[in-house]
C-alpha cells in the first residue's frame, strides 16, 4: 500500500505533507501531555526509547511472512494496531511515521514525496480513526480474548479499508494513472479486506498473549481502565480532528477534481479523435473499432489515415517525435557521461591500488 | 542472505542485511560524500519534485533528468549493482498503476518508425521514468550521507529531538530484532515439520513473544542509556567542518538547483 512518487502529482503531496506534519505535530504534543499526566510506559521518558525499539520490532515482525490458509500465498502484519493498543494512539502515530521514513530512505518501499501519503494512509486512519472510535469501545465493553478478538479484527479491517480508498483518491486527484475510479477501487478494497481480516485475526493473537503474559503493557488495559486518559483521547475531540483533516483533504481534492476530468471520462475524451481518424477509413470501420478495444497498439489503418496532420494533432497534445528524440539524446549523453566517470573512477582506482 | 531451503523462504531478512552495505557507502569519501548535508538533502527534493512535476506525456522533457544520477552515481562511487537492487522492490506499484494507463488510453499519440505509440504506452513509460528517478535520487542521499548526519541535519532543521531519537533508535535496532526474529523462526521451522512459514493460529503467541522480547530490550536500552547521561537529546552538537555550511557548499547547491528547474522551465 505504500505510495510512490511516479504516481503523484505534487500539488497532491504537498497537501499531504502538511496533514500528515500537521497531525505528527498534534501527536507529539499530546504525547507530551500524556507524558506529564503520568501514564503507563511515559511516566518518565522512557517513552522514546520504548517507541523506538518498537519501530524496529513492526520491521522484525514484518519479515515474518504468514501463510493465508487455503490460498499457498503469505503476507504480513502492518502493525498499526497493535502499535496503538501497546503504546497509545499519539506514540503508535509517532512511532508508524518513524518506520515509514526509514522504508522510504533506506528500502526504498514508498517515494520521498510519498511520504505524507503513506504516513497518513498507513498511520492515520489506524491510530486516530480505527483505535480511538472502534478499537476501544469494542475493549470497553469488558476485557476478554472474544472482545479483544473482534476490536481488533474490526479495527484492522476499517484502517486498511480506509487506507486504501485514500489510496485511490489520491492517485485520481493526482491524474497520473487512467485507471477508472470503480475499477481502481474494485482492486484495491477486497485485497485489502483480505489482508486485514488475516491481520486483524493475527493482531487479536498478539494482544491476547500480551494480555496473558504482562497486562501491564497494553494501552487499553491500563490501571484505572479508560479514566486518566479519557480527556487526552476524548471521542469528541477525535471525531473534530478528524473532520477537520476530512475537511482539508476534501477541500483540497475537489480543487483538483474540477481540474482534472474524471479518469474514465478523459479516457473517453483521448479515444475520440482516434475514432474520428478512423471514421475516414469507412468499411474498415466495424474491424478497427473491435480491434481498438482489444489490441493494446492500435492498428496499421491508422497510419495511413492520420497521414499529414499527425504533426498538428501531435503538438497539441503536448509530445512531439522531435521532443522525444531530443529527450533520448540527453539520455544517451546522459549514460555516456556516466559511463566516462565510472571508467575514468575505475583507472583511478587501480592505480592508486598499484601505486599502494 | 536467502537460503536454498524452501522451509526458510517466508522469512526475508535479507532487506535488513541490505543496510550494512548502504551504512558502508555512505562512510565513503567522495567529493560527493564531502558536500554538505543541507546541500543534498535541498536538491534530492527540488530534483523530485521537479521530475514528479512533468505532465504525463512529456518523456521528452522527463529524459535530460538522467543526468543528475548518470554524473552522481559514478563519483559518488555507488555501486550500479545496488542502484539495480534498490530499484526492483520500489517498481511494482508503479508499474500496477501504469499499466492501466496502457489499456485505458489508446488513443495513437505518436509514430516512431512507423510504429504509432498510444498515450498510455507513453504516459506508462513517464510513469516508470518517474519512479526509477525519484528513487535513485533518494539512493543517492543515503549511500553518501551517513544516518547520523543526516540526523544532525534534520535537527539542525529544527526537527524535535524525541523524533530524531526515535528515528535513530529505530534504524539502530533493525537488524538487532531481525536476528531476534530470525533466531525464533529457525527454532520454530526445525520444531515443525514440513511446514513453509508460521500456521496463522501461531502467529500471535510468535509475534507476542517477539514483542515482549523486544520490549525487555528497550527497558534494557533505556536503563544502559540513562546510565551513560542520556537527557532526551540523542545527538553530540553538530561540530568540524560539516558542521557549517561554507560558501562552496552554497555555490553547488545554487548551480544544481538552477540547473534542475531552468532544465524545467526550458522543456
Known amino acids: 500500500m505504500h505510495m510512490a512518487d511516479a504516481l503523484l502529482s505534487p500539488a497532491v503531496s504537498a497537501a499531504m505533507t502538511v496533514v500528515s506534519v500537521g497531525a505528527l505535530g498534534y501527536s507529539a504534543v499530546m504525547l507530551k501531555k500524556e507524558e506529564e499526566r503520568g501514564v503507563p510506559l511515559g511516566a518518565d521518558d522512557r517513552k522514546v526509547p520504548v517507541m523506538g525499539v518498537m519501530g524496529a520490532f513492526v520491521f522484525a515482525a514484518q519479515m515474518i511472512n504468514f501463510t493465508i490458509p487455503a490460498t499457498g500465498s503469505s503476507g504480513h502484519i502492518g502493525g498499526g494496531i497493535l502499535l496503538a493498543a501497546m503504546l497509545g494512539p499519539h506514540a503508535a502515530f509517532l512511532t508508524l511515521a518513524a518506520v515509514l521514513v526509514i522504508q522510504c530512505l533506506f528500502f526504498a518501499d514508498g517515494g520521498l514525496m510519498a511520504l505524507g501519503c503513506n504516513i497518513f494512509n498507513m498511520g492515520f486512519y489506524a491510530c486516530f480513526a480505527a483505535y480511538p472510535l472502534i478499537f476501544k469501545p469494542i475493549m470497553k465493553l469488558g476485557l476478554g480474548a472474544k472482545n479483544i478478538t473482534a476490536a481488533s479484527v474490526a479495527s484492522v479491517v476499517a484502517g486498511l479499508q480506509l487506507g486504501a480508498f485514500s489510496v485511490v483518491l489520491e492517485t485520481l486527484a493526482s491524474g497520473v494513472t487512467e485507471l477508472p475510479f470503480g475499477t481502481f477501487l474494485l482492486l484495491m478494497m477486497p485485497i485489502h479486506l483480505a489482508i486485514g481480516a488475516i491481520e486483524g485475526v493475527i493482531t487479536a493473537g498478539v494482544l491476547c498473549f500480551v494480555m496473558n503474559m504482562r497486562p501491564e503493557l497494553l494501552d487499553f488495559s491500563a490501571p484505572g481502565g479508560f479514566g486518566p486518559r479519557k480527556a487526552a483521547l476524548s471521542f469528541g475531540r477525535t471525531l473534530m480532528v478528524l473532520l477537520t483533516m476530512a475537511a482539508l483533504i476534501g477541500g483540497g481534492l475537489s480543487l483538483y477534481a474540477s481540474a482534472y476530468p474524471d479518469g474514465l471520462e478523459w479516457s473517453i475524451e483521448k479515444t475520440a479523435p482516434s475514432s474520428e481518424l478512423e471514421r475516414t477509413g469507412g468499411a474498415y470501420d466495424t474491424a478497427a473499432k473491435i480491434q481498438e478495444s482489444t489490441a493494446i497498439m492500435p492498428d496499421y489503418e491508422f497510419k495511413s489515415a492520420a497521414g499529414g496532420d499527425t504533426g498538428s494533432s501531435f503538438a497539441a497534445a503536448g509530445t512531439s517525435a522531435a521532443g522525444l528524440a531530443g529527450g533520448t539524446m540527453t539520455l544517451v549523453l546522459a549514460c555516456a557521461v556516466g559511463w566516462i566517470i565510472t571508467m575514468f573512477r575505475k583507472n583511478k582506482r587501480e592505480k592508486d591500488n598499484a601505486a599502494a | ?267
Not at chain 2, 526475508?12 to 558536500?35: Q, Y
Not at chain 2, 552515481?73 to 530499484?87: F, I, M, N, Q, Y
Not at chain 2, 522492490?89 to 504509432?116: Q, R, T, Y
Not at chain 2, 526509477?132 to 549511500?143: F, G, N, P
Open chain 2, 1 to 267: 542472505m536467502r537460503r536454498p531451503d524452501s522451509a526458510f523462504s517466508a522469512f526475508k531478512p535479507e532487506r535488513v542485511s541490505g543496510l550494512k552495505a548502504l551504512e558502508l557507502m555512505a562512510e565513503g569519501d567522495t567529493v560527493i560524500h564531502r558536500v554538505h548535508t543541507f546541500v543534498k538533502l535541498t536538491a534530492t527534493i527540488v530534483y523530485v519534485v521537479v521530475v514528479i512535476s512533468f505532465g504525463r506525456y512529456d518523456i521528452g522533457g522527463l529524459l535530460p533528468y538522467f543526468l543528475y544520477p548518470a554524473i552522481l552515481t559514478p563519483l559518488s562511487d555507488t555501486p550500479w549493482r545496488a542502484v539495480w537492487r534498490r530499484l526492483l522492490p520500489a517498481l511494482p506499484f508503479p508499474l500496477l498503476g501504469g499499466v492501466s494507463n496502457i489499456i485505458f488510453d489508446k488513443a495513437p499519440m505518436i509514430m516512431i518508425g512507423g510504429v504509432a505509440l498510444t498515450g498510455g504506452v507513453i504516459s506508462f513509460a513517464s510513469i516508470m521514468i518517474k519512479a526509477l528517478l525519484s528513487v535513485w535520487a533518494v539512493l543517492l542521499l543515503v549511500a553518501t550521507t551517513g544516518v547520523s548526519e543526516l540526523s544532525r541535519q534534520l535537527s539542525a532543521l529544527g526537527v524535535p529531538d524525541a523524533a530524531i531519537v526515535q528515528f535513530n533508535l529505530t534504524y539502530r535496532y533493525l537488524a538487532v530484532l531481525a536476528d531476534e526474529a530470525r533466531a525464533m523462526y529457525e527454532s520454530y521451522i526445525l520444531r515443525s515439520a514440513d511446514i513453509r512459514g508460521i500456521r496463522v493460529r501461531d502467529m500471535g503467541a510468535f509475534v507476542g513473544t517477539l514483542l515482549l522480547r523486544s520490549i525487555d530490550r528497550a527497558e534494557r536500552v533505556y536503563a544502559a542509556m540513562k546510565c551513560r547521561g542520556f537527557s532526551g537529546s540523542y545527538l553530540a552538537p553538530a561540530h568540524g567542518a560539516r558542521g557549517k555550511i561554507g560558501a562552496p557548499d552554497l555555490l553547488c547547491l545554487f548551480a544544481v538547483c538552477a540547473a534542475i528547474i531552468i532544465l524545467r522551465c526550458l522543456s
